[in-house]
């Protein structure tokens, strides 16, 4: 167990709809990642925050959006969806900027 | 444009004997190199990691090597065993970030 938290572990919606992901990171740790995970594209890295504040974006769509709360949680939505928006999607926290990642045990998506 | 580029792409291995998995990178601003292994229904799982100031890096079974010149980097597992059983994603970062790149990652069977 890594002791990053995901939810929802599955999930399956519609084209057109809105879903948001949850991820609870280690305690203690200040930056989080968002990764997805298909099968034609692989594990690309999609935004990371760190203690708050958006700290890089990756191949991440105008459609995704994501943010950290003081709490240190975070939310990615994803609105408009698509078929190809279909992936595990992974968070990943670490202590801080350059520290080991520990990632969550995925959400998967699925979109009809 | 992928930037690291791995091989192959699914491997079958004895009990006992080496697996090897290799990557390449592109971008020579890269300097920080971990390697990640992924059980089904898990998020990937740091294994080991090495830096371009060192051409080999040794943690119990698993060994990576890198040549900076080539730009290339490799996997080895020695005494591979069915535990050893997972798919194993080489990555790539740079400065002190750790927004990965990875690799499509390679399916690793070891038979009993």
């Known amino acids: 167990d890594s002791g990053v938290t995901q939810t929802p572990k599955h999930l399956i919606t519609a084209t057109g709809q809105r879903v948001t992901l949850r991820c609870s990171p280690r305690?203690?740790?200040?930056?989080v990642y968002w990764y997805q995970q298909s099968l034609d594209q692989g594990l690309q890295f999609l935004i990371q925050?760190?203690?708050?504040?958006?700290?890089a974006k990756g191949n991440i769509l105008e459609r995704f959006s994501a943010q950290q709360f003081p709490d240190l949680h975070s939310e990615l939505n994803l609105s408009s969806l698509e078929l190809g928006d279909s992936a595990l999607y992974f968070c990943?926290?670490?202590?801080?900027?350059?520290?080991?990642?520990?990632f969550g045990e995925g959400s998967r998506l699925t979109v009809l | 444009q992928q930037q690291v580029k791995q091989s192959p792409q699914s491997l079958i291995v004895q009990k006992g004997g080496i697996s090897i998995i290799n990557c390449a990178y592109e971008?020579?601003?890269?300097?920080?190199f971990p390697w990640y292994q992924q059980f089904p229904g898990k998020g990937p799982a740091l294994l080991i990691a090495?830096?371009?100031?060192?051409s080999e890096k040794k943690e119990g079974r698993f060994t990576i090597s890198f040549n900076k010149s080539a730009k290339q980097f490799s996997l080895h597992i020695m005494d591979s065993q069915p535990g050893d059983s997972a798919t194993y994603f080489c990555?790539?970062?740079?400065?002190?970030?750790?927004?990965?790149?990875f690799g499509s990652g390679t399916q690793l069977t070891v038979l009993p």
């Open positions: 090495i830096r371009p100031d060192v």
């Open positions: 990943a926290s670490s202590e801080d900027l350059t520290g080991e990642l520990f």
């Open positions: 990555a790539a970062s740079r400065g002190s970030a750790r927004q990965l790149t």
């Open positions: 971008n020579t601003a890269f300097d920080y």
């Open positions: 305690s203690g740790d200040l930056s």
């Open positions: 925050y760190y203690n708050g504040e958006e700290r």
